[in-house]
Every structure is written in C-alpha cells, then in structure tokens.
C-alpha cells in the first residue's frame, strides 16, 4: 500500500533513479473531463532537471505519455497509466556509495530496511521518485480546475537564511513564481536567494529552503473526521516528500505562541457565504475547510548529497571519507514547487470524491 | 474510513462529546501479549478532565471497559472492543451555539459539510473524541512495549511565548514529565507556563503551546516510502488530533536555514551497529527509521472556545456577539501529552507490523 | 483491516462469543437519514436464537444499543456506535474442546493462526459475530431504502436435497419469507424443510442448505471494475460469512453448461431505460448492475459442531471421540436469511457511495 | 481503488483492450528473491490470444517488460512496474457497437455507469485486462513458490455439459494440464471438450466451462477473520474475472444437500502435524487454512460476443439486429486457466504476508 496515496482518488507509483522508467497509474479520475499528455507536462517541465542553472546537470526531457484511461482528449473514468522514461542514466557515478552510505541519505536505512538496494544512486529513494507525483497531481488538478475552479500556487518563500517578505496570496499567480528561476515571485529576495543557492553550489555543499502554498475557490465542507482531516492528508503528503522537515497550516508554530482573543478567526457575512476576518485556520476549521484559501508551508532541509569531505563510516562502522560524486540539486525548493502543488492537488481531489459521496 | 486510522494495526473510533459514550474498536493486536484494563486506563487518567485545576471543569472518570479480544489477560488476537462511557454531559450549555459559530470552532465547518450537528458542545469535533485515541494508543504501547522495549514520552516545551530550554530526551521518563500539573519536566518554565495559563484563564482567553516527543528504542527499519513513511504518517497522525496547527521531525524549521554540511548527521559506529554523531535527522531518513530516537515537536493554537466576547456573525452573516459558556480547557497542551504518545504509538505499532511482513 | 469491511460505507466489527458485548462501527452512513434502534432491532431479532423450535436453545434478548452518530432519529454523518451485550454466555459448556479440535469447526484453524483461542465456544468464530453484520446491514438498508428505494429480500430455497420452486423474485416480500419459520415462502417446501430439520436434530445431527437472495430498485451503474465488480463484492461478503461454500450471481454454475445464444440477455425497452427479456445476468454486466434485479444464491454447509460421536484427533494427533455439548443449530440457514440481506445491504450502500462520489 | 486487490500484497492495473499497453504495479513484494521477465511471461503465454485454433485470432506476443523493483534478477522491495504493449489493435472491428450494446457484455452498464466509453471492444471491460493480473500472480507465485514451496494448479474441468471425472489434485502438474489445448489434463473429456469448442464456433456460438484450482503446501493460519477470510477473498478474487457467475470451495453447492455427519472433515495424524481425512472443507475451516490443499471451482459463462444474429434493442430501445464481428474465443476457460491461478496466488500472497505480520 505504500506506494498508493488516496481512498477514491488514488495514485500508485513506481521507479527507481536508474531503471529504465518510472511511472504513476491514477485510479479514480471521473470520466468525461478533458485530459492531455500537455496538460500533465507543463507541470513536468517545472519539476525537471536541466531547466537553468540553479539545478542538477542530469538532463532529461522527462516527456511523459499517457497509455490508458483517455480517448479523445476525454477521460474514460478508467485508470490512467502514466509512463516516463528514464534517458539519462548514468550509475557509474555512484561507485563507491555500496561502501558508505551518504550522511542524512536514505542509503543506510533502505539497507536495514530491505537488506538489498539499488546498485546506484538513490534508487527508489531519488527524487525522480516524485515526477510520478506531478504527473498523478496534474491530472488531479485537471479535475479540480475544471469541476471547482480550484487554483493552486506554490512559491519559494525561504531559502536558508533568506525569507520572502509576506505576500498576497489572494491573488499570485504561477507565471509571477515563474519569473524567477529560484521561484520566490519577489524580485528581491528571488536575487538574495539565487546568490545563496549559487554559493552553496561553490562551496560544494546545499542549503535548505521552505515552499509556501496557497489553494484557493474550495468550497466549505472539504475534509475527513477524525484521522483524514483536510490538514492532516495535507501534513502527510508533504511529509512523505524527501528531504521534508516541517508542516504548518494557517499560524503554524507561530500560531501556538499566541492567545485564543489574538488568534480566532472572527466570522463576517462574504457575499452569500460565511467567511472569516482573518485566516489564521489557513482555511480550515475542524479539519475542514471553511471556504477561506487554504494557506500552508513546509520545510525542507538542506540536500544530503554534498562534494565537501564528509568524516562518517562505511556500513561496517569503519571511519570513511566521503565527497560525493553524481549530480543534485544544491537546494530542492525551486523544483519542489509543482512537486507541492501536485502533492495538495492530489489531497483535494481525493476529498473532492469523498464528500461527493456524502452526497 | 475516516474513523479508522492504520493499515495493519488499525483504530475505529466513534463518539460525539455529548452521546451515551465514545469507544474504539483496535484490529491487528497481536496474540498471546499482556493487556489490562488497569494499563490502558493509566493513560485516560492522564488525559481526563478535572486532573487538576489547569483544565476544564468537567470532571469524568473515563473508566475503560474492554469488551472483547482479551481473556484471563492475554489478548487474542481478535479485535478489541473498547467502551468509556459519557457521564456527566451538560448539553444545555451550549444553547446559543446553535445560532453563532464559535470562531476557530468546528460548528460552522461542520454545519457545511453535514447540514447537521451535534445539538451541543463540539459533537464529534470535541476532544473527548480523543479518548478513543488514548485508549488505543495504549494498547499499541503495550504491544511495542513488549515486542521492541519502545519507549515513548512526550511533554509540553512551550506554552505560549514561554519556552522550555532543551533537555537530554534520551533519558527522560513520564515520571518526571508529571512531576508537574502542566507536564513540561523543567521546573522553571513548567512554573512560568502554570502562571501563563492561569492568567490567559482569568483574562477568559486561552493560550496554545507546543508538545515535543521522543520515541526510543525503535528498530532500523520502520516506515514505508513513498507515501507511508514514518515522518508522513507521524505527520498525518499529528494533525488529525484537534487544534494542531504544525508539526516538526527533526530539525524541522530550523533546519530548512542550514547548509548541507552543517545539517548532515554524520555515521559513527554504535556498538555493533551504525549510528549518527547528531540526530537533526530525527531518527528518520528517507522516510525509515535509523535506530536514532524519533524526536517530534507538535503546535497547538490556542483553544478556539474562549469566555471573552467576540464580535463575529451567526450563521446568517448577520453581527453577532459570542461569549462562550461550557466548560473548556484555557491550554490543551498539559493534557493532550498521552494523546500525543498514543498517536505515536499507533504509527510506529502500524509501521512495525508492516515491517514484520517483509520477513 | 480483516474486521473491516466496506471503501466508503465501512463496517467494523468485535466481538467472541462469549465475552461480554459484540458490536460495531458504521463509518460513512450519510448524515439527515432516518435511523432509530428499533429499525436495527427488527432484523436482530430475526436473526437471534430461540425464536422458535428449529434454532439453538441458547436464548439471547440481542438488543442493540445505538451509542453515537444519531441524534433526535437523525444520522450526523459521523460514525455510529452499535452495542449488543451478551447474556446467555454459559462457557462451561466447552471444557473438553479444549483438548480435541471439532471437526470442519475453526478451533484448529484458529489455534494454528493465532497460537492461543478463546476459552469457550467459537471465539470470534461464533455465529453471534454476525450480529454486528445484521445491525450494521439495517443501517446501510435504511440508507438504500430512504435514498434509493432499494429492496432486499432472502429466502431459503434449500435444505438438504428439498430445493423449493423457482418463485417470482420481483414480488417477494419478507412477511411472505416469515410466514414459515424455515424461512422458505414455499408452504410445501417449508414443511418438507421443517421435517428435514427436525430429522437432523433427533439423529443429533445437523443439515445444509441454500440461501436465495434477490436486490430490487437498483439503478444501473453500481460496481467498479476491475477488482470491486459488483458480484465480486457480493461473493466475498457471503464467502465472509460462517459455513458457506459456494456463491452464484444469475446463471450460476447452470449457466456454464449453456451456449452463448441461450445464455444472452438480450436488450428491451423498459419504459424510458433499456432492460433485458432475461436476466440469466443476475442483474449485473461487466461487473457493473444492469438496472434489472440482483439474483444470487448462497451454499451454507451443514453445522459442523453435532451431537454424535465422531472419531477424530485431539490437538496432539492422538484419537479421539467427540461428542459436541454446547447449543447450536441443526441448520443455520432460517436464522442467516437476515445475515445474507444484510451483507448484500453492506455492498450495496458501499458500492451506491462510489458511483456518487464519480457525480 | 477498484483498480488495485490486495493490501499487503497489492496488484494496481491499467488499459483498455485498444489503448497504447496494459500494465500492472505489484507493491509488496518482498526483497531478495528472484524474479525475472522470462518467468512472467510463461505464465502470459499461457494465457495469450493466438495459442491454437481453440481460441481468438487476435494474435499478441503479450511480451512483458519489467520497468522497477527487480536489479540483477532479484526484487529489491520496491514497486515493480509491468509493461505489455498492445500490438494488434484493430479498433475498427467494433463500429456497430457504438449504437447497439452488446447483449451480456459490458457495453450497456459501462455507458450507464461512466456516460462515456472507449470507442471501441472491451475497453476496460476487454479480456486484455487479465494480463495484468497474470503479471503480477505470476510475481506473487515467485514469492509462494521461493518462500514456502506453494504449488497453484488449475485446469478446465467443464466445457458445457462435458464434465471431467474427479482426478488426483494431490499430483496434478500444470504440464499435465497443458498436454491438450483445452487444458484439461482427462484425454477423453479433453476430446470431447475440443469438439464442443469447435461446434460452437462453427455455428457462430459460444460455451461456458468451468475451472477448478487446487493450492499444496499452504501452511495453516492463512486467512484474516472476518471478513478477509480465505474463501472470501478467493471468492472475490475469481468473481472478479470477466464472464464469471460462479465460485465454490471445498464441496461447495454439493456440501449444502449433505447432514455434517457426512460432511465433517474427521482429524488424523498426518506426520507431525494434524490433517483431515476428507477435504469438503476445501482446505479451509473458520476462514483460515488447515494445511489441507485448497480446492475451489469457478463457472465461466458462454461468451457474451457471439456471430449468431441477436434480436436485441439499441441505446435508444428500438429493436436491432446484432452480429457481432470482431475477434473473440468461443470458449474462455482454457486460456482463463493462467488467469485462475494468477488470481490465486494474489489472494495467497496477501495473506502470507499479513500472517507474517502476526509474527
């Protein structure tokens, strides 16, 4: 089961870094909604190495193809298989991490886990891993665009030391993300931020970043009771992201150093809906949403695989250098930012489905 | 499957705040280990209302029945039915509500999504929901208990703008976690953040705070990529538990403004396996555990329900003026502490199942 | 997971049969449905013993208890608790099960599963599990009946070698069913069956038999292909239940003797839908309902626990001679009818969930 | 999900009969054992179109690639992702069928159902779907065979009213089986089988058959009370097959006209362990295997698509005509028989590992 994320709308994914594929088949995608191997690249295209020069050297046109489930650019409401090639392996590169596993990589514990891994790179643990999550949450996205008008923008809100100053989410568009390689839609901070990401690069090491989210148009009523609330699917998607440390939704941590007189969402008629003053709930009460935008954020840690001189041991506890060789990204946030998008899409859509049945 | 919760060791739960009783239903329990009434009722007492005079007023025994899936203290393998009855409900507190939405609250969410509530207090949204959790919980405790010698503690390191200094979570025990009313196990700020609470009661408001865990004593090996690692459900498992509003593995936050090779948990052998010199990891990488403890920070807003008025509007958008009654806790977090300990406990009892069918 | 059943309409069930309370969990009824405990205690009682001379002397009140989810007689959408207490639990009666296995009974299979068994009885193989199946089949018949008019109605059509008439399935109604005890609205085939089991229990043996069950009302579109196919639900929920053998939808194994021009449905104009002339299909095709009337039948062996002496092995392989104690049913098929509707019931509310959920 | 079976041990499909490829993703098979493409594709072979004169012209190599999961011929834990390209696609065929649905075939429920379908065959309905789950019952029987030396063997042993007599499942083999192109291993009923297909063809027909299956060499304790039992899930397994309307275990309809003195299973020593002296169980007691070799049967109906005229309506209920052209066997059953066994050793494979899990 772990590689099948949702209850109606479901993704199952498979792939290693240097097999020959790696792929997605959606199952639950109502039918009759219009569908396209296009559509699913864009997004693709966000996600894939090579864009400029602030990512990995690994260049790989990631071209996706849908083998079933649409006809006619419609949908059948038949599972969608997705498949993308892998082109550019190269697993010589990664020759001696079958003696030492990288510090803060999945390379140790995949080893106790399964006792066996991939002879190359990270294998199913590799980043590669989530182009099947892009593309399963493209399709998702297809469905909430065109049933509930749902939009959903994803930006670089943190790298390292640098923080975006606040923004308006209301109203940010991708294309304003977009304009910025490093994907902070303020032009400021996306140069202190390209800078620190092209320095890390040079010193041979990676820094960390957080990708800030907004989903808005949900409609009030979205979310599960008890374990499958709204935040909770939305916590477990990110965190099932590599190199993921940290969620908050609406105030977050922030939100726990306050009292309830500072932090409660004070109700105000919106039009014919009831909406909120504030959105310190990030558009969720209950764990349900409440018709406001959907606000979160998640931290991700620095890169594991870095080309400075690390002192640790091999598997058999034997100190060891290691300066790692292959090709990655010296921060993941500007690539990340589909990869959350896809992971929320793929949250709402299921929850769309669920409260449908409700009925 | 919104009441359930795990794949293979699996909580049902059911129970609004106000009903005849709440109760849980555990499947996957393994045969032939000890359980008790008595040990799973240790927990309750520590979740109950009316422990001490930081909660709310409304004081339960939350005495356990176990109605199935043990005999002569040995469980069966079978699943087990477990029963706390609702004694001292007051529904007529909540009168009003049934006109103005507590702001923050589940009422108007809810309202949305069912067209129907409770008629009092939070319904299903309460926390006496968690009951079902605790109980639970403990039941898988006992399990990784004996299988694994698992140890979980968790304790309050912040409320409000106060918090704890760090401390030696490789030795801590719950003992000294109560050793005070708001359960934070430095005496200092466990005596500020007693202040801190006791004022936000008088002023009628409320304050959040922030539960860290540790889990010691867990395997290599637990936690299943991609979408079920052990920091996603830990995750998800988290933000299910009402009130939460962020959540923490490792470095979290503070981890997204470092390098690489600041950030990097470098290997070093540990007696006869291979453990890390740091653990901003938090025992977790690539989404499986590496032996190191789980270290796991969860925020709470603030309680939503307050005393003080609060300009808001009714369910009709017109103006309206809300001052709470019933009885309700001024901070969750001296109280929710088991609750985290047993949400911990039902991922990593799910997680090592699944690990023990890899064989 | 294996006390679950059900995607979206869920069932969760515990319970031994000589504990203190069977019971369970309905997850996912939709919230404005009416739904009181009398309408659950109908089918209960025509499933608890000792109704009349045919059945088990163990006489059991079985009267459920509704514990959450319902208000005013008005579902909340949220899970609803069912509790049964047991009364007549008499577990002397099984001493010297301990030591000897009953033949084609589940004690040895539950030993080698499980490495230890209830003290008494069948444990969580005893028929009074089915008590949660028939009160957690009147919800979901209360959802399918108020949302969709959707009827479902069980007979016995076997017992022994005595097969009662094909009748006309598109007008049977229960009081016909329970006009006889047997449960067969055929009056010759019920007497015949009344004799067949009283014969039985004089020779202190007991009888098989088949359980008929027709759906009416059903909309076309209810299953989901590929592996949740309408009858393919159906078979699991029957093949879930104690001693039953065999499952057919339509045709059955007779339709495998046919050609495929004798077999075919072939299409017709039914008022403003097409049906079929025929309905060798059982009402399904491809998995999916056709709109006409659901037809199935389930195989029931005869009751493996019986008075004479059988030569067989104690748990140590040494002979031995059983003679069972204990109460039980010559024949369980008059006392499963309610069982079977309700299993059909749990499929159908599941299923009728899912196409909504496609909108 | 209704695309995916199984929980530990999960088999996700996709494809239509005239769409780019059918594929499988096998989640949960675990680590180091052997697999490779040429083992699956024995099991494929066995099932393709084009084998003999019995079956379809439809001629397919069916040849499957592996895309993930396997390194240097062992499984590494992960996903492994299964490819088989359709080669013979010849949509046209089908053209009338988009005005008349198909009498018996999936045409109709599936228009219902989703309000749209591929333009052409079967679609997802399309007997090309079971290449999946060849693939991936054929991964599961590396992991029975490897890990517990299970042996799955099915053959035909209906063809209309042409029965084989009983034969010894104890030694049966699949080559055995395969010595006649009707796989049934009886010469004299095989002859007589052969004739009936090609009578039926001849006269532009078709028949219906029936499959037994025997599994040796489970251990006992594989099945999951309640709901998941063995016979259930094998139940569900088999119905979900196109063209299925029947299934048995053990004595099956047979079992129900029998007194349990005739029926009982009486236990015996049988080496060190305990065995019974018949098998109407059919291997299986409480749901639960007893380490008796299973014995099931499944009825296939005559199939749907036949030459002959049909006076049937089209879509808008007026009176059609049908022929249908296009390709497909008059018989399923002897290319079914692989896909029986596939279907097995999923169910099988499921439950092994959740056993395990039991510890």
Redo the contacts between chains.
């Keep these: 089961?772990?590689?099948?994320?949702g209850?109606?709308f479901?993704l199952?994914?498979?792939?290693?870094s240097h097999?020959?594929?790696?792929?997605a088949?959606v199952?639950?995608m109502?039918?009759?909604l219009q569908l396209s191997a296009d559509l699913i690249q864009q997004q693709l295209d966000r996600r894939r190495p090579g864009q400029n020069k602030l990512g990995t050297s690994r260049n790989e046109a990631d071209a996706v193809?849908?083998?079933?489930?649409v006809?006619?650019g419609?949908?059948?409401?038949?599972?969608?298989?997705l498949?993308v090639a892998n082109t550019d392996q190269r697993p010589r590169d990664y020759g001696n991490l079958q003696r030492i596993?990288r510090?803060?990589?999945?390379?140790?514990?995949?080893q106790?886990?399964?006792?066996?891994?991939?002879?190359s790179g990270g294998?199913?643990?590799s980043a590669r891993?989530t182009i099947a999550r892009v593309a399963g949450g493209a399709v998702a996205e297809a469905f909430l665009q065109q049933?509930y008008g749902v939009e959903i923008v994803a930006w670089v809100s943190?790298v390292?030391?640098i923080e975006a100053p606040a923004l308006d989410s209301d109203s940010l568009q991708r294309s304003a993300v977009d304009s910025s390689d490093v994907r902070c839609p303020d032009p400021a901070s996306a140069a202190a931020m390209t800078a620190e990401i092209i320095a890390?690069k040079a010193?041979k090491?990676?820094?960390?970043?957080?990708i800030s989210c907004v989903c808005r148009n949900l409609?009030?009523?979205?979310?599960?009771?008890?374990?499958?609330?709204l935040?909770?699917?939305?916590?477990?998607?990110?965190?099932?992201l590599?190199a993921?440390?940290?969620?908050?939704?609406?105030?977050?941590?922030a939100?726990?150093?306050?009292?309830?007189?500072?932090?409660?969402?004070?109700?105000?008629?919106k039009g014919?809906?009831?909406g909120?003053r504030t959105n310190?709930?990030?558009g969720?009460?209950?764990?349900?949403?409440?018709?406001e935008p959907l606000l979160m954020?998640v931290?991700?840690?620095?890169?594991?695989?870095?080309g400075?001189e690390?002192?640790?041991?091999d598997?058999d506890?034997?100190p060891a250098l290691l300066a790692a060789k292959g090709r990655h990204d010296a921060c993941v946030v500007p690539r990340a930012v589909p990869i959350v998008e896809a992971m929320a899409a793929l949250v709402l859509a299921d929850l769309a489905?669920?409260?449908?049945?409700?009925?």
């Design positions: 089961m772990s590689s099948s994320f209850t109606l479901r199952t994914s498979f792939g290693e097999g020959a594929a790696v792929g088949i199952d639950g109502p039918p009759r193809q849908i083998l079933s489930g006809e006619d419609l949908t059948l409401g038949t599972p969608i298989g498949l596993p510090p803060s990589h999945a390379d140790y514990s995949y106790m886990k399964y006792g066996i891994q991939a002879s294998g199913r643990a891993e049933c943190a390292g030391t890390a010193a090491d990676s820094v960390g970043g957080v409609p009030a009523g979205w979310g599960e009771p008890a374990f499958d609330r935040e909770a699917l939305l916590a477990q998607a990110m965190l099932s590599p993921t440390k940290g969620f908050e939704i609406g105030s977050g941590f939100g726990a150093r306050l009292r309830g007189s500072q932090h409660n969402d004070l109700f105000v008629a014919n809906r009831l909120t310190r709930s990030g969720v009460q209950g764990g349900i949403s409440n018709g954020r931290a991700f840690k620095p890169t594991a695989t870095i400075q690390q002192h640790t041991a598997y506890g034997r489905l669920r409260q449908r049945a409700r009925g």
